[in-house]
């Protein structure tokens, strides 16, 4: 098990991960009565905040980067307490289940694409990024947050649109926005998606751990036909010319299963990372 | 092992006043250095990316800069000015 669901995982629900915890969702929260006092988060920023922190950190690269790595690294070890977001690369049958579990569920404009390439999302045909819970009922408030408005979906809506960006070759990566409740399901590439560069170019785990997953080859059914290695955006795949077939880096693997999904012999099958002994410990 | 080489990459904001609108170097550059961020964020309003000064430009991953001089190429206005120390500073 990995430190998030150890932390927030409930046995009772979801095979005891955290994202598919209802109490981790946002509508629960309504259920829970605050007598006499405000709730926590009340009024306040928490995606702003840990963002401010995160820039932080991530400013230091250039100012002092021993203190960088040491950040990072007490960041990753700090686990619950971890100033990063969290966030876990989760394949789509995953990403349907929370489809079912949250409310509401929302197509809006990334965050992520707006900052890296100036990328607008005006309307439902162009969102691509899914929100989460009740926080997505603040769209109206805050405008520049949700830019181009959001466009609510029933839960089946909200797969085939999962789907969509799994065609295309998104991995969905499954975020809390700096407070405690699952806020969103990111479709996310590299370099756009921060989360993904923070880990892969910097080594911050928190925002982007990997699935619960690890995609193995069968030698015997892999045509050579190179489809899967365009789709990893984790450069896990390479096309070992020695035996014309695929090779998956398993260590290197975030198990986001978008080589599985496009594989036309279905020579790739997603595994259970902890049913593996040496990879039980790589999240 | 090298010690990497940052350049200090300096946008003239009087010059860059609409980013979000202009995006030119954020598209253009192989290594995604830049990133665009809304400066005026008000309550139940959109920003507007064609007010002047209501985006801001960064080169948050200068890091990853390896001076190709592709952003400067197509900045319509001038704004982007890179430095790289010299190879001796960082040998
Ligand atoms: S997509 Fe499937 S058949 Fe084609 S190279 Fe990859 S594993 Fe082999
Ligand atoms: S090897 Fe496959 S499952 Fe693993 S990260 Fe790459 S695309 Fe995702
Ligand atoms: S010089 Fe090249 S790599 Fe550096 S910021 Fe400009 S376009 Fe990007
Ligand atoms: S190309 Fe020049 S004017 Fe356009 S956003 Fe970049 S720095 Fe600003």
Redesign the pocket.
């Known amino acids: 098990m990995n430190w998030v669901d150890e932390a927030f995982g409930d046995p009772e629900y979801g095979e005891g991960r955290w994202y598919l915890n209802p109490k981790n969702h946002s509508r629960q929260m309504y259920k829970i009565k605050k007598t006499g006092q405000k709730a926590a988060a009340y009024g306040s920023d928490p995606e702003g905040t840990s963002g401010r922190m995160m820039g932080e950190i991530m400013q230091k690269r250039f100012t002092d980067p021993e203190k960088f790595r040491e950040e990072v690294k007490e960041a990753n070890e700090m686990t619950t307490k971890s100033p990063f977001q969290i966030g876990q690369v989760i394949p789509l049958q995953e990403a349907f289940r929370v489809a079912e579990l949250a409310y509401p569920v929302a197509s809006m404009s990334c965050i992520c694409r707006i900052g890296a390439r100036g990328q607008e999302e005006r309307n439902e045909h162009e969102y691509s990024c899914t929100g989460l819970g009740v926080g997505m009922f603040k769209w109206e408030r805050w405008p520049e947050r949700y830019k181009g408005g959001v466009n609510f979906m029933s839960p089946d809506e909200a797969k085939e649109w999962l789907l969509k960006w799994n065609k295309k070759g998104m991995v969905h990566i499954i975020m809390t926005f700096g407070g405690s409740y699952v806020g969103g399901i990111c479709n996310c590439d590299y370099p756009d998606c921060g989360m993904i560069r923070n880990r892969v170019d910097y080594g911050v785990e928190t925002g982007c751990l990997k699935s619960p997953w690890v995609a193995a080859v069968d030698y015997d059914a892999c045509s050579g036909c190179g489809v899967c290695v365009q789709r990893c955006q984790f450069g896990a795949i390479k096309f070992e010319v020695t035996t014309e077939k695929t090779n998956i880096d398993q260590f290197k693997c975030f198990g986001c299963g978008l080589c599985e999904t496009a594989c036309p012999t279905g020579a790739i099958e997603l595994l259970d990372r902890e049913s593996l002994p040496g990879l039980a410990e790589v999240w | 092992m090298a010690v990497p080489r940052f ?1 200090t ?1 300096i946008i003239d904001a009087a010059k860059c006043t609409v980013p979000f609108a202009c995006k030119k ?1 954020l598209q ?7 990133s665009v961020h809304a400066v005026k964020v008000e309550r139940g309003r959109e920003t507007d990316p064609s007010e002047a000064g209501a985006y801001g430009l960064n ?1 948050g991953h ?1 890091d ?9 190429e197509v900045c319509p206005e001038d704004a ?1 000015t ?1 430095t790289f120390p010299p190879v001796e500073a960082t040998a």
């Open positions: 350049p990459i170097c253009a550059c192989l290594q995604s250095v830049f080169a200068r990853k800069c390896t001076g190709c001089n592709d952003c400067i982007i890179i």
